[in-house]
């Protein structure tokens, strides 16, 4: 059965996370299984696919987590309070730094934010006003499960806290360019809770298999997915290491449909 498994910013959103109505009349009309794996937690990515018909479980939160399309919690991935708790400690008091953290309270999404932020921490807050699940907290500490744990600064800086968390704790680490912002951000996972270790979960839940499955992708979580998946397919505006990684590199970026054209043409 062939599957199809998309990444959502810059790759099937467009830059300025809409999607066309070329694009919801060709994901709605297609008759092959097809879902999303996404750095966005269930309830972000819900929000921003407004009106597209969800019908597979979903990879969520850069591999964390897997949901239903209705969002129940299918596979989790979490860190544990105590390693989080002792890395925030050692990197505020090393670098002065602190990070966001996106997890879980009982089945509840909670993203956790320090009261001292950087500039590119408020500048991204400024996307999340009125939203329930946004907590600002005075002395930052881990959830019961903790699915993400993500600084935001400059790529050097970033690199030296990678390395020291590294030496402390048993991570899985992605460190990439910021779609939306001037800086990096640098995203602790458990060590089995990224993309390419989700889609392998994926498989025994849909009954797959990854020769049959079809990625798309732009971004260094992504590449992944890429490795593992029978064919990996980049947007024309993926990064050079992703590209290079591609089974086919689209001539269409994520602002023109790339995504919805390969499959319109299938």
Known sequence: MEYFITDLDKTFLRSDLTLSPFSKKVWNGF???????TARSYTGATKLLKGLHLTRPMIVLDGAMITSPDGEILHINALDKEPVDHCI??????????????GLEGTSERF???????????????????DKRVLGIEKLRGLEKNLKV???GPKEKLQTIEKRVKELCDVESKLSKDPYQNCHFLTFLHPLGDKAHALKRLEAIE???AKDVTVFGDSLNDIGMFTYAGRSVAVANALPEVKERADIVLSRSNDEDGVAHYLANL
């Not at 008759?31 to 794996?37: E, G, N, Q, S, W």
């Not at 400690?89 to 996106?102: A, W």
Request: charge should be positive; hydrophobic fraction near 35%; aromatic fraction near 10%.
């Open 31 to 37: 008759d092959k299984p097809r879902t999303i794996a």
């Open 89 to 102: 400690d050692v990197v505020e008091r090393e670098f002065d730094e602190r990070p966001l953290i996106v």
């Open 112 to 130: 956790l934010y320090p009261k001292k932020l950087n500039i590119y921490q408020k500048e991204l807050l400024q996307n999340y006003k009125n």
């Open 150 to 152: 993500v600084y935001l």
């Open 207 to 209: 009954g797959i298999l």
